[in-house]
Structure formats: C-alpha cells, structure tokens
C-alpha cells in the first residue's frame, strides 16, 4: 500500500524519545520530511541522525530530510519559532503530531492548583498552539492531518495519575470539535491513545518499582501485562506505525476517532 506521504512536511512534537520519536521514524519511513522538536539539544540531534539512519530502512531506502529544532512546547513562542523554521527549511506542515511529557502522577490531594495549572499548560495548551500554528498551512493547501497523542487513560481514567485522567479528556475534547470543524476542508483530526508502551521512560519506571518492591523487572512489567490480553506491552513502533497510517492518504476518511493502542488493555466495547 502506498501511504501517499512522500514528501509531505511532518512536524512531530516532543520527539527526542519514547512514542513521538517513534511517530517520527514511522513517517520519515514513508518518505514525509520531519520535523521533531524537544528541549534537549543533543540529545534531539542524536535523535534526529537515528531517523535519518531508520528511514533508509524504510520505502525509500535513502536518508530522510529531518530537521530538529530545539523547542520546549509549554512555551509558545518555542512553539512558533520551530515552526517558522519548518516552513522555512522542509516547507508547510501539513501533519501535525501533537505530544507532551506526561504531567506528574498523584491522587487528589497530592495534588494542589499549581499543579493542575502546569498540567493544563503542559498537556492541553501545548497541542492547542500546535493546532492554531499549524491548521491554517493545511487549510491552505486544503489537505492536513493533526493527530494528538494522549492516553489510553480518557477511556478508563487510571490509579494515582488524576492530572493525565483529567487534562487528557480535555485533548479529546479538542481533538473531536477540531474533526468537525474542519473536516470539510480536506483535513482529518485524530487522536491515538497509547496504552503500556516500553519506552525508556516505561523502561525506567519498570526498573524503580522493581527497586522498590525488591523484585526483579520482568517480574514488575508482569504485575501489568497479565491485565493485558495481548500478554505484553507495545513495541514504540508499534505505536508509532498507526499515528504514521493515519497522517496518510489511506486514512483519508477516518476523522473524530479516539483509537487505542494497547493491545485489548480497554475492555469495554465503547
Ligand atoms: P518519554 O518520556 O519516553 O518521551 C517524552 C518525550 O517528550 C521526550 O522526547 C522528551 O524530551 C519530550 N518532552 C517532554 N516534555 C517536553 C516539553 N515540555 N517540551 C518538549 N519536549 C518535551 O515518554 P513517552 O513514553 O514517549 O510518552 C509520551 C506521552 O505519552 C507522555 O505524555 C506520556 O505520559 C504518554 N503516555 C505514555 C504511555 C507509555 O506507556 N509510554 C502510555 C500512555 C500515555
């Protein structure tokens, strides 16, 4: 199948690591010319030559065009300079992946109202400014695909993490109202909710519980993956590969939809 996204212009948000580096290596495979941002500069280059590499395993073959742009996304004014870069240096976005840090875990009272302010700001505000810097380059060119990263968290809210349960419904909300508005413009809003995902942050997690419970890792992601139908978490790429089916051509009439990731992790039917 040919997904259509060669050379169409991708930017990426919080891609230095974990699912939206892996968004990125699916889409640079594809031909698109990416742009990733984070905060850490060397860590983002480094990232950005591991792209480069993995996409000359992909269906073209040859190195892709990435460029990296150091940008922390809770600042807007990052925000607008990577993106300025970006039309500048690959040309208008046309897909945009939106993504954050998770906000700190924590039950309510844990939690205090400067906390859900960083959480709003750094979840909910960060794919909003995305949204309004980039929507306009794809209703230009009548053709676009925003695509929010959240979590498998706005179908079953889960244990100690009210911030992510909470602001994340808020992206859903966002994600839904944007598929409406635009949809008859060309443009298809999307959001994929990824469940347990071994990412190095998942990685690291694993490895503190295991420290903590004085067990071993395989043992700690045991305590989750018996939950899980497929038995397992997901492979990054896993996750990535969807967000990249949906930013293509071939996903051209799915619009509005909220699409877990996570291995039959979401029992319900709805
Ligand atoms: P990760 O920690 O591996 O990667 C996060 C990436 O975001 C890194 O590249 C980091 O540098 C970047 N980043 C963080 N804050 C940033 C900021 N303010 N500005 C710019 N870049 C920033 O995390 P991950 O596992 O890839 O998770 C990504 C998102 O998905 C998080 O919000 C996480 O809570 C959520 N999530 C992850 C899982 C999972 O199992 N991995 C499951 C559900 C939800």
């Excluded at 950005?48 to 000359?56: D, K, P, Q, S, T």
Aim: glycine share 10%.
């Amino acid at each position: 199948m040919n997904l259509g996204l060669q050379d169409k212009v991708a930017m990426v948000a919080a891609s230095s690591k974990g699912l939206g580096k892996a968004a990125a290596v699916g889409l640079a495979r594809e031909g698109a010319k990416v742009s990733i941002c984070a905060r850490d500069a060397d860590q983002l280059n480094a990232t950005a030559e591991e792209i480069r590499e993995a996409a000359g395993s992909g269906v073209l073959a040859v190195p892709a065009d990435v460029l990296a742009v150091p940008a922390d996304v809770t600042q807007r004014e990052e925000i607008d300079q990577w993106v300025e870069r970006t039309v500048a240096e690959l040309g208008p976005p046309l897909i945009a992946v939106t993504n954050a840090g998770g906000p700190p875990p924590g039950n309510f009272f844990d939690l205090n109202e400067e906390d859900w302010q960083a959480a709003f700001d750094l979840t909910l505000m960060s794919a909003t400014h995305l949204a309004y810097q980039t929507v306009p380059h794809m209703r230009e060119a009548g053709w676009g695909r925003l695509i929010t990263i959240t979590s498998i968290s706005v179908k079953m809210p889960l244990g100690n993490l009210l911030l992510s349960n909470s602001v994340r419904m808020s992206v859903i909300g966002l994600t839904k109202s944007l598929s409406n508005e635009f949809a008859g413009e060309g443009l298809t809003v999307n959001s994929v909710l990824p469940g347990w995902t071994r990412t190095e942050r998942v990685q690291q997690l694993l490895q503190d519980r295991a420290e903590r419970d004085g067990i071993s890792v395989d043992e700690a992601a045991a305590g989750i993956t018996h939950n899980i139908p497929a038995g397992r978490m997901a492979d990054p790429q896993e996750f990535g590969d969807v967000v990249t089916f949906l930013a293509s051509e071939r996903a051209s009439f799915i619009n509005g939809v909220s699409l877990q990731v996570d291995g039959g992790y979401y029992k319900a039917v709805y």
